[in-house]
Every structure is written in structure tokens, then in C-alpha cells.
């Protein structure tokens, strides 16, 4: 078999109520169809494919409903053969079930059916984004002349996007029931890596839980927001008004893209509730019931209070400000044109409210979340008292999407 080149032409997934839904923000909505095509070679077609792990979980193993299509240069031996791929970390991996080809078939054209990827955790999301090393196999007799390890046969790469959550979506397009999926921009951005997931909490080397890992997550994740920010998107420190969050709905793609340069505390508070609902659910077999894989609310305090010393969302480093609102200055009927001014100084602006997120893990302190300011500390001068906030869930436009 020396010589026999590998190329993957097609790799699709066939009809299952496990794939779930990927839509861009801004995507007009198509007729939905439970099938993906994640490769196709000779179109030079990519698209994302996530799987709901709770409806193909087996001991140790994920059957997956994806059809992989390989042509060869020349006809391989006669056997059992099947594909493996590996996506840039080898405990993450995807193998086929054995194809038999028979004496004298002769083909050039391979077809491989039910597919199964191992990893150590299923409770947690994540995402293989990268090229993926994929290898033909031919099982081998165990005691034969080939020493009775499966032989390598060839061999080549392929870029692969694809996601696994623990249960369902927490987007759904409004007044559309069975409607749900995933926004490509926030998973894409904040799922985490299988390489990631496996270097927190891979049972043979790692004490950490998962309530510590979701600590670590949270934490990655604010950082990655408030790279959201800067020379497109800033706060706005002219009157710290909304321009994201028209009424209680939230225009989300609008965000994504940056479309104004401004937004306040109130665009930033939803934008962060948005990017912790794209984990998903997490399904509880025992009880056959869906929990939010992160629990999050979004909170608003009316006379908030004067800011401490801080940088603002979008701002450099060097800008620190205890007066919010300084390039409104004295276009109102208050105010100073100085970011950092005297504490007792008449003229120091205040924020009227202010909203935010509280992120809550089981056993443990809830904590405030709030990219307003890049230092995570609280934002006003005085303690927060958590009674004192209003809970509020705003409805998320993206195309008419809705957070559930």
C-alpha cells in the first residue's frame, strides 16, 4: 500500500435531533434543517456544527451522526479499515466504525457511517476549532506477519469547527418554539477549547472542580469583553446614555458589530449576560431537567453614586476618571471637562443608576461582574448591597432572537 494518498472530500452530518442550530448575529433566518455540512473540499465550503451531548452521550463514548467521505489515489489492500482524527489535543478525538473492503472491489472512494469521539468531560462546553489530523487505518490480524496493531495507511489535514454542549441552547427567535440555537460570534469567542477543559479537569491530574473551573471560565471571558472595547467602542462619557438597549430590547448583532461608537453600562451589563447564556444548559439525567450552565442576572441600582478612581470600557490604560461624564463637561447644567477631578469637587458627576451582573456559583460569595471599568472591583464608592438591586431580563435582538 506504499504511495496511497488520503484526501477527505466531504464531511457532513446526517438528520438527528442532537445537532443543534448556528446562526450568525444579523443572519436571516433560513427553514431550518436538522443536517450540516462542516467540509467540503471541492467547493472550498466550511460551516460550524454543534452537538447537544445529552441525546448522543454512550459510557466513555459520543456517537455522532457525521458521514465522512475520503478518496484515495489508488485502490487500497483488501480489510477493515476506518479514519481517525485528532483536533489539536490527542484526549479529544473522533474515530469511524470499520469499513470492510472486500477482494477485487478495488475502490477509490471510501464512505464511513457512524462516527465516536472520546473526551473525559461531557459536562462542560467546549470547541475544537483548528486543522485536524486525520489517518486511515487498516486493522491488522492479531499474532500476523504485521504484528497485530492496526497499520498506518495514509494520512492529511483538514480545517474543522465544531462545538459539544451538556444540553440545550439558551437562544431562541421570539414567538418561534422550536427555534433555538446558537450565536456564532459568542460561541465561537467564549466556548472554551477541548485542550482547555482537559488541562483544568482532567480527572487523573486535577483536583479542580467544575464550580472552579466555571470561576476560571467567568474570569476568561470578562477579560475577552473588555477587549471588546476601544478605538470602535467606548463608553459614553458625554451623558452615559443607551444605544444597544432600546426599551428592555437589546440589540445584540448590532453590538457584536460595533455599529455606534458608544454604549453605557446598561449595553455593556447585557452584553456580558448575553456572552454567559451562549454556553447553554446543562442536562441533569437523573431528574431529566435543564439548568443554565452559568447562572447570571443582570441588575440595576437606581442613585448609584459617584465612581471611584477607574478606566472606563474603551479607554487606555493611562485614562482614569472619577467624573464619568467629562466630555459632556459644562454642556450640562453640572459638570467639570476633567476625567479625574477632587473628590469633594461641587461639580463631579455621579452616576444616577447603574446596572450590572451578579454571577453566582453554588456554596460560594456571588460576585459582581461589570465591564464598565477595566479593574473588576466594585464601581461605586460605597459596598453594594445585593437587596438593594432590581433583577431584569431584557429581550435580545437578534433578528427577532430571544435569550430563554
Not at 304 to 327: D, Q
Amino acid at each position: 500500500m506504499e504511495g496511497i494518498q488520503l484526501s477527505i472530500a466531504r464531511i457532513y452530518t446526517s438528520l438527528d435531533s442532537s445537532i443543534q442550530e448556528i446562526r450568525a448575529a444579523g443572519q436571516p433566518r433560513s427553514h431550518h434543517q436538522n443536517a450540516v455540512l462542516l467540509y467540503d473540499r471541492d467547493s472550498q465550503r466550511q460551516a460550524p456544527a454543534a452537538f447537544n451531548l445529552a441525546q448522543v452521550q454512550r459510557p466513555g463514548l459520543v456517537s455522532m451522526p457525521l458521514q465522512i467521505e475520503a478518496d484515495l489515489n489508488h485502490s487500497p489492500d483488501p480489510g477493515l479499515y476506518f479514519l481517525h482524527g485528532v483536533g489539536g489535543d490527542e484526549n479529544f478525538f473522533i474515530s469511524t466504525c470499520d469499513l470492510n473492503i472486500p477482494p477485487h472491489s478495488y475502490p477509490t472512494k471510501l464512505s464511513f457511517g457512524v462516527v465516536y469521539a472520546s473526551n473525559p468531560r461531557w459536562d462542560i462546553p467546549f470547541k475544537s476549532i483548528c486543522e485536524w489530523s486525520w489517518t486511515l487505518w487498516r486493522r491488522t490480524t492479531a499474532g500476523g506477519a504485521q504484528g497485530g496493531g492496526p497499520q498506518e495507511v495514509a494520512s492529511c489535514r483538514i480545517p474543522i469547527e465544531i462545538y459539544f454542549f451538556p444540553g440545550s441552547t439558551c437562544f431562541r427567535l421570539r414567538d418561534q418554539p422550536d427555534s433555538d440555537c446558537h450565536v456564532h460570534e459568542l460561541i465561537r469567542a467564549f466556548v472554551p477549547n477541548s485542550s482547555e477543559v482537559n488541562d483544568y479537569v482532567h480527572p487523573s491530574y486535577s483536583s479542580m472542580t467544575i464550580e472552579d473551573f466555571k470561576n476560571i471560565l467567568a474570569g476568561d471571558i470578562r477579560r475577552k469583553l473588555m477587549d471588546h472595547g476601544g478605538a470602535r467602542i467606548s463608553y459614553d462619557s458625554y451623558s452615559g446614555s443607551p444605544y444597544y438597549l432600546d426599551g428592555t430590547t437589546f440589540h445584540l448583532g448590532s453590538m457584536i458589530r460595533r455599529d455606534y461608537k458608544l454604549c453605557n453600562c446598561y449595553d455593556l451589563a447585557t452584553l456580558v449576560y448575553c456572552a454567559f447564556k451562549s454556553l447553554g444548559k446543562t442536562y441533569n439525567a437523573q431528574t431529566g431537567t435543564e439548568t443554565d450552565f452559568f447562572d447570571i442576572t443582570v441588575e440595576a441600582v437606581q442613585n448609584w453614586g459617584y465612581l471611584a478612581p477607574r478606566v472606563l470600557f474603551g479607554y487606555a490604560p493611562h485614562v482614569v476618571t472619577n467624573n464619568p461624564f467629562w466630555k459632556g463637561g459644562r454642556a450640562f447644567s453640572k459638570g467639570i471637562d476633567q476625567p479625574l477631578v477632587n473628590t469633594m469637587d461641587p461639580n463631579r458627576e455621579a452616576f444616577s443608576s447603574h446596572c450590572f451582573t451578579i454571577f453566582r456559583l453554588p456554596g460560594r460569595e456571588a460576585k459582581v461582574i461589570d465591564i464598565c471599568v477595566a479593574e473588576q472591583r466594585d464601581s461605586g464608592d460605597q459596598e453594594l448591597e445585593f437587596d438593594e438591586a432590581s433583577w431584569f431580563i431584557p429581550d435580545i435582538d437578534i433578528m427577532g432572537m430571544a435569550v430563554v
